[in-house]
């Protein structure tokens, strides 16, 4: 292929992956590494090729998101362009204005949107009425609630299936709505993969033998191996502390009764000893630890003490596994049949009614975009056929996303030798959209390496693997820290891939020169001084994550004002930035320029704080910002319809249709779109007769008539004929253009702008006037597309745990972003501050009372009586599959998280000193951590501690002995103390009740919506 007139130096492994023609090319791109460019330059080429140019018809490229695809779509026209500037004939000149006029047929999207394109015109293949349409994601859950409810009633109405469903739901002591949602997920868990009936076919053939069927001996091998096998190393450890801290007085006592049985059972499994195994565990009694020798004091013998005793105490919850009772088949195998079948026949009648729905609603959704697409491609060879002829080349970025069932769907429209995939599996963080990184790990793993030239003579070639190793975003020194934590914490066994040579992070450009650290991890130490410590005599260290980060907060050690750990962080963080942007004792910190690459003092706007799960957590850190004048842009600081414009709306919109409720009406007559004040209120309220009523309307309707203000009796008649004309235009109009005729005639967008995150309050306001468009249009899945119907459909919606995430702010603001890692892929940010490392990891997909898997099928919580129930033996296998793929996704999460800084990256976590010393102690200081500990980790700090456990900084800050190894360049370690960060968070809370006028500009730096404000 010729190159398009691209003036950029490729790095080896990028022109390899943007000229191997011939082949299949799957390009493994770490972090920063200019996946999208090589993509873009790749299609590029292709299409301004001097010899051969292919037509934009005949490329396929299927991006993750939409905003992706038009990215890329702008991409290879802004190359194209540059081509056709610099064309060296004027038929080539022809040849690429050409190319650029046809680009927007070009088939450049997301799989889904790719899918309704050749569904629409395959339409009578399928049976579908030619006028299908999507159905809203949040119309479409509303619904699926809907017909569940029905399946329900009818199966409780049926004789034969109403017993069944009574076991099922425990007699109703087992939270009978969590049991009956699981039917919904089971539904789509079912929709990302393939051979949908041929899983429930061997699901009701388990569910009939259940009484009798067990695991499979690799199955329960496997997951008892595990499980012995982290036991084994926590045995080992307290042996080494034993040998360093006792001498090894307990050397004989824990080979004999923790290392050398453990060692024995694994002998056991390896050699297909199930049963003999298992009973040696059962038998096994570890007996009383021997007393301590004179010299050795208490507190350092509970610290040999406790890894043994976590040792003993997982072995001993082996004892109370299903999977381990004897009476199993006697005590929950007659059980267990029944509730699995009904599950299974729940899903079956659920399905069929769910597209019963859609069909008199001629509807899709997204899964069956995916599923009609295969049953189109499986029914009709033809059409196959002929996708297969029409594209010469596809393209799938983000690989390392898809799921089953798109896999196969791209195999059946692609040949051996014309697809292009960009991914890394590192950063596969969408679990929860039941995305399958192993499929990608499977095609790489039967590639070639680009090194080895491809077998001559060979029709169809196999794969070529290309690595993308040099960075393009970080600066060298992040980059050093990257590849020395991951290098240490990201193993194959935990996230699933090795972090090898392949993925180790080369600097592509030069290191800036910057004063001060690239790399900063502050521990907040939530040990008060007046605690004792290790050292003190005080008995065993604290292990747990005893962080106090309660939604609730805890209490400071003086009276006064209420901190929480969560807001200490937050008021460290906001220092932290203050300090950055506007100096400390000294000039502001310098960044260099994405744009021009000149160093600059930096500016809020390059700032990032990433959060795993900012849900209930990102306010405190935007009101702490705020307190501190700190201009803040957050995508999630709370529910959409929690915020404070958008409530406000909504009550206008209730009281439109209901003016009877006092709430919803006291809101609107006290906020900026009427503007009565609380004393008018209660004026009105206090003035009116008894005989008036309750109700706050009638009082109002009262006072216009005979109340004793003239000036007051004025504004609430004016704001009562503005609600009764709102009230008949709402009748006569669409909602949509009745939400823009109350922003236009109250001016509050203009309003909410000149606030505090007013580009985000604006953002929030346009999108409820979009939601509102998008109900119009789906609006008959709910029989109505009135205002009253919106209400409804928004209470169905929060009734269901729903909300819609807050609009994105226009990024072009000066402000600070709190973000959530996921929001923030494929993003990088000058400065990045990783908060809340300490939160815990979320357990969710391995808890509740039934389980889900391909293989395993269905684990189910059995009740034995009303009040006690026992996991099946499938359970506790599918929950551990569940445990293992969660902790490799955490393990991405916290890689995509590191790795979108270009310049700077703080890591901040809350925890007791002593028991960051205590989890440094954990890990060697040579080599990789071994899986059985990175596999105990709570939180994220716990792999960054044992990560950084040769790091001579960190291991002196917490009072061990530091390594011979080198360390880092342009790092530091802090630790903070509890009680200045008390005082620093009570000082910017103490001003957070303090009445503030909203004619007042807003805080923090004045803005053009600020000044017109104020104008």
């Given at each position: ?10 790095t ?45 018809s ?75 349409r ?51 997920d ?6 990302a ?20 069927a ?6 329960r ?77 208490k ?78 491609l ?26 089953a ?15 292009f ?27 070639l ?13 196999p ?19 990257a590849n ?62 005893d ?166 009796r004025?504004?609430?008649g ?19 253009d009745?939400?823009w ?17 007013g ?13 509102a ?87 189910l ?21 569940h ?9 991405r ?6 790795t ?5 990256v ?23 951590v ?18 950084l ?9 917490f ?9 880092l ?15 620093l ?9 303090r ?18 404000w104020?104008?």
């Open positions: 292929m010729a190159r398009a007139s691209g003036r950029r130096r490729w080896e492994d990028q022109a390899r992956a943007i000229s191997t023609a011939g082949r299949t090319v799957l390009v493994s791109a770490s972090a920063g590494t200019g996946k999208t460019a090589v993509l873009t330059e790749r299609v590029t080429r292709l299409l301004a090729d001097a010899t051969n140019p292919i037509d934009t005949s490329l396929l490229v299927v991006t993750f998101t939409e905003a992706a695809a038009e990215e890329m779509k702008a991409r290879i026209a802004a190359r194209l362009r540059e081509a056709y500037t610099h064309a060296q004939s004027p038929g080539q000149a022809s040849t690429l204005y050409g190319q650029l006029l046809r680009l927007d047929a070009a088939q450049i999207s997301t799989i889904h949107a790719f899918c309704k394109r050749t569904i629409e015109e395959h339409f009578q293949v399928l049976g579908l009425d030619p006028a299908w999507i159905i809203e994601p949040d119309a479409a859950r509303i619904l699926k609630q809907h017909v569940l409810d029905k399946v329900i009633e009818a199966a409780w109405q049926d004789p034969r299936m109403g017993q069944a469903l009574e076991i099922l739901l425990g007699g109703g002591s087992g939270g009978v709505d969590r049991i009956l949602r699981r039917v919904i089971l539904s789509e868990f079912l929709d993969r393939l051979g949908r009936a041929e899983w429930f076919e061997r699901a009701a053939y388990i569910g009939d033998l259940a009484a009798h067990a695991p499979t001996d690799a199955d091998c496997a997951y008892l191996r595990g499980r012995l096998e982290r036991a084994l190393g926590w045995c080992r450890y307290g042996r080494q502390l034993d040998q360093r801290l006792a001498a090894g007085h307990w050397r004989d006592h824990i080979e004999a009764r923790y290392t050398g049985p453990v060692e024995q059972w694994i002998g056991l499994l390896d050699a297909g000893c199930w049963d003999d195994c298992v009973a040696r565990i059962v038998a096994h009694d570890f007996g009383r630890f021997p007393n301590r020798p004179k010299d050795l004091d507190a350092r013998a509970e610290q040999v003490k406790k890894p043994l005793k976590k040792a003993a105490d997982a072995i001993k919850a082996l004892k109370g596994l299903s999977l381990f009772a004897s009476n199993y088949q006697e005590k929950v195998g007659p059980r267990l049949g029944l509730p699995v079948r009904m599950l299974i026949e729940l899903t079956r009648q659920f399905d069929a009614a769910w597209a019963q729905a859609k069909r008199q609603r001629g509807v899709l959704d997204f899964a069956d975009l995916e599923q009609r697409m295969l049953d189109l499986d029914r009709s060879d033809e059409v196959a056929e002929s996708l297969r002829r029409r594209f010469r080349w596809v393209f799938v970025d983000e690989v390392q996303d898809i799921n069932v798109q896999q196969r769907l791209l195999d059946r429209i692609s040949r051996p030798d014309n697809v995939m960009v991914g890394d599996v590192k950063q596969s963080i969408y679990g929860f959209r039941q995305s399958r990184p192993e499929l990608f790990i499977e095609r790489l793993a039967r590639a390496p680009a090194e080895q030239p491809a077998p001559v003579g060979v029709t169809n070639p794969p070529m693997r290309v690595d993308l190793r040099d960075s393009f975003r970080s600066r060298p020194t992040v980059l050093d820290f020395r934590l991951f290098g240490r914490i990201m193993t194959q066994g935990i996230a699933g891939v090795d972090y090898d040579e392949r993925a180790i992070l080369r600097p592509a450009g030069i290191e800036p020169a910057v004063d001060g650290p690239a790399v900063e991890m502050v521990v907040l130490d939530e040990q008060p001084n007046d605690e004792p410590t290790a050292d003190d005599g005080a008995g065993g260290v604290e292990t747990g994550d962080t106090e980060v309660g939604e609730n907060g805890d209490t400071a050690r003086e009276s006064g004002l209420v901190v929480s750990a969560r807001q200490r962080q937050a008021a460290y963080i906001a220092r932290r930035i203050q300090a950055m942007v506007e100096g400390e004792g000294g000039p502001p910190m310098q960044i260099r320029d994405p744009d021009t690459g000149d160093l600059r003092p930096v500016r809020y706007g390059d700032i990032a704080v990433l959060l795993r799960s900012p849900a209930k957590r990102a306010r405190d850190y935007v009101e702490v910002l705020r307190l501190a004048g700190i201009p803040v842009s957050s995508d999630s600081s709370e529910g959409f319809f929690a915020a404070t414009e958008v409530a406000d709306m909504m009550a206008l919109l209730k009281t439109l249709d209901n003016p009877r409720g006092d709430i919803e009406l006291a809101a609107v007559l006290r906020s900026e779109m009427i503007g009565l004040e609380d004393a008018d209120l209660a004026r009105v309220r206090l003035d009116a007769p008894a005989q008036v009523g309750p109700r706050l309307y009638d009082a109002a309707c009262w006072y216009v008539r005979g109340g004793s203000d003239a000036a007051l004025q504004r609430v004016e704001a009562l004929e503005r609600l009764g004309r709102w009230r008949r235009a709402a009748r006569t109009q669409s909602l949509a009745l939400i005729d109350i922003y236009r005639e109250t001016g509050y967008l203009a309003f909410v702008s000149a606030l505090p995150g580009r985000q309050r604006r953002a929030n306001l346009l999108m409820l006037h979009d939601r468009v998008q109900f119009e249009r789906s609006a008959d899945a709910f029989q109505g597309r009135s205002l009253a119907h919106f209400i409804e459909f928004v209470e169905q919606l929060l009734e269901a745990g729903q909300d819609w995430a807050p609009a994105a702010a226009d990024t072009a603001e000066n402000a600070v972003r709190i973000l959530s890692v996921h929001r923030s892929k494929g993003l990088e940010f000058g400065i990045v501050f990783l908060a809340e490392l300490n939160q815990p990891f979320n357990r969710e997909d391995t808890i509740g009372p039934c389980q889900f898997d391909e293989d395993l099928l269905v684990g919580q059995v009740w034995t009586d009303r009040e006690h129930c026992v996991p099946s033996r499938e359970y506790e296998l599918i929950a551990d599959r445990r293992t793929r969660a902790l490799a996704e955490e393990m999460i916290l890689y995509v998280a590191v979108r800084a270009r310049e700077h703080v890591l901040c976590a809350s925890r007791k000193r002593d028991a960051c010393a205590e989890a440094l102690a954990q890990a060697p200081v040579e080599g990789r071994d899986d059985w500990l990175l596999h105990d980790a709570n939180c994220a700090l716990d792999w960054v501690l044992w990560g456990a040769d790091e001579p900084r960190v291991r002196r800050l009072g061990l002995e530091p390594p011979a190894g080198a360390a360049d342009r790092f530091e370690a802090h630790l903070v103390a509890r009680e200045e960060l008390d005082d968070a009570r000082r910017l809370l103490a001003d957070r009740d009445p503030r006028s909203l004619d007042a500009p807003p805080d923090g730096p004045e803005t053009a919506e600020a000044r017109a104020a104008a």
